[in-house]
């Protein structure tokens, strides 16, 4: 039985990487001195450009990929494989979800999940699926699960106006942590969107706060890391503070075959270019 895989550039993966897995782009809207244009992610610019961009002022925000480009392609990978499986970001993150469960409504063999994934964690769902001999929406369906019941992203955030202007963290606590140069360590519930997990003033607690969020949340144990990425905008300049906390991250994980990449685009857009992100996945 034929199948295809559907996701977004927020997954990093590109067209034409994997054979039979479809990438739709999302869309961004730059805006400079009142002069506002659309952007799609991954082929207009891309991370290195924005953060460049970011640097001088230049404003970014986000939304999902254009209804009818999502459309087209959907008509099209219908009729031409048995089965089509439309992996979505978090649904707190991008009302992507929801275009696509109105989209598929109309097709019997679209299957369309909410895998509270991003960037690298949709790619390891995906290579999990291509994996399979025989691949079945129930088997996809356990993969995804299991994938969000083992994997987080927790974002360690040391600057907070793109944090502020998103609102998905209450703004007067970021004021206030702003104020007082506290660093949030964030991470994305499955259950509440962007989570505040904890804050402090010193660097060199963050990784005790992040190993004890793991232990609550996915069961880490300190030996059971299947997968590790490290994310930072790539920004390396006299104003990048994050330089010592990934310092830090890569003594805590030592024993972990670390990957380190950028966040795409539209998820810069909403923190800035001072972060640093995680994404890990436990046995």
């Not at 990093?12 to 990487?17: C, H, M, Q, T």
């Not at 290195?48 to 999902?64: L, R």
């Not at 008509?75 to 089509?84: A, F, R, T």
């Not at 356990?142 to 793109?162: G, M, Q, R």
């Amino acid at each position: 039985m034929s199948y295809c895989i559907i996701v977004d550039s927020g997954s990093l993966i590109k067209n034409g990487d994997i054979p039979d897995v479809f990438v739709v782009p999302m869309t961004l809207t730059r805006t400079e001195k009142d002069k506002t244009r659309t952007l799609r992610d991954g082929i207009d610019i891309n991370t290195k450009e924005m953060v460049i961009e970011m640097e001088k002022g230049i404003e970014y925000k986000t939304a999902s990929p254009v209804m009818g480009e999502c459309a087209d392609l959907l008509d099209k990978v219908s009729k031409g494989y048995d089965q089509v499986y439309v992996l979505s970001l978090s649904s707190y993150l991008s009302g992507e979800y929801n275009q696509w469960i109105l989209l598929a409504d109309d097709y019997s063999n679209v299957h369309v999940y909410n895998t509270n994934g991003v960037c690298d964690m949709l790619l390891w769902i995906v290579n999990e699926i291509k994996a399979l001999d025989n691949v079945t929406p129930e088997l996809v369906t356990k993969i995804v699960k299991e994938h969000i019941d083992k994997s987080n992203i927790t974002i360690i955030a040391t600057e907070f106006n793109y944090l502020i202007k998103g609102g998905r963290i209450n703004p007067i606590k970021l004021l206030i942590a702003k104020y007082l140069r506290y660093k949030l360590v964030l991470d994305l519930d499955k259950n509440k969107g962007v989570n505040l997990v904890g804050k402090t003033l010193r660097i060199n607690m963050i990784p005790k706060i992040v190993n004890e969020h793991y232990k609550t949340t996915i069961g880490y144990n300190g030996n059971n890391i299947d997968k590790l990425v490290i994310f930072t905008s790539g920004l390396e300049n006299e104003k990048s503070n994050v330089k010592p906390i990934v310092e830090l991250l890569k003594a805590n994980f030592k024993n972990v075959d670390i990957k380190y990449s950028s966040l795409p685009s539209v998820f810069t857009a909403h923190l800035g270019t001072n972060y640093v992100a995680i994404a890990i996945k436990c046995k």
